[in-house]
């Protein structure tokens, strides 16, 4: 067989593969949005924290705009994990919570509905995110409702939001991690 023929079946049998494995793959859903971080003691401020925890947030924001469906899982916690949420803030500076992704605080917070509970030391929480979720934080210019769920989702597509895990050891966060978007908004 002359090199040329050697060369043009092996690019043929990648394209075959690269093709089929395409093929096979669950297709994305158009006009979704996912967000993905994994979470450290390292990204968290204003002290960085050397914990053995880590965590992963995977979420999709529907086509629509109008939820945000959402799995946090984490692990390697010393001491009792007592909250989770999604703070306005850029990387390497604090914000405020925004939204709640789970709490074992009593009582729960106010003014939103009572998000799911925190499993400890490790675990995963599921749950949908709506704008009744969003809590007002009028000193960073965050609206109550659709329209602070729309200001989060601009900071989130921005950089500028982050998810974090509390404990009882660090209330302040033990790991934390900035969420980053990927889909049709930030091609």
């Known amino acids: 067989m002359k090199p040329s023929s050697k060369l043009s079946g092996v690019l043929a049998a990648v394209l075959a593969a690269m093709f089929v494995s395409t093929a096979t793959a669950d297709p994305p859903v158009t006009g979704q949005t996912r967000i993905t971080t994994d979470l450290t003691g390292y990204e968290e401020t204003p002290l960085t924290i050397n914990s053995a925890a880590t965590g ?12 945000i469906a959402y799995t946090l899982t984490y692990s390697g916690f010393s001491s009792p994990v007592t909250q989770s949420h999604i703070h306005f803030g850029r990387p ?18 106010t003014g939103v509905p009572t998000p799911p509970h925190c499993p400890t030391p490790s675990g995963t ?33 921005a950089g500028a939001a982050y998810a974090n895990v509390h404990t009882m050891t660090f209330p302040g966060g033990e790991i934390r991690g900035a969420l980053q978007s990927h889909g049709p908004e930030d091609d």
């Open 56 to 67: 992963e947030f995977e979420a999709t924001i529907s086509k629509d705009g109008t939820q």
């Open 125 to 157: 929480v599921t749950g949908t995110l709506t704008a009744a979720d969003v809590i007002a934080r009028p000193a960073q210019g965050i609206d109550a409702g659709q329209a602070g769920f729309d200001e989060m989702l601009k900071a989130i597509r």
């Open 92 to 109: 390497a500076i604090g914000g405020m919570i925004v939204i709640f992704l789970c709490t074992n605080l009593t009582p729960p917070p």
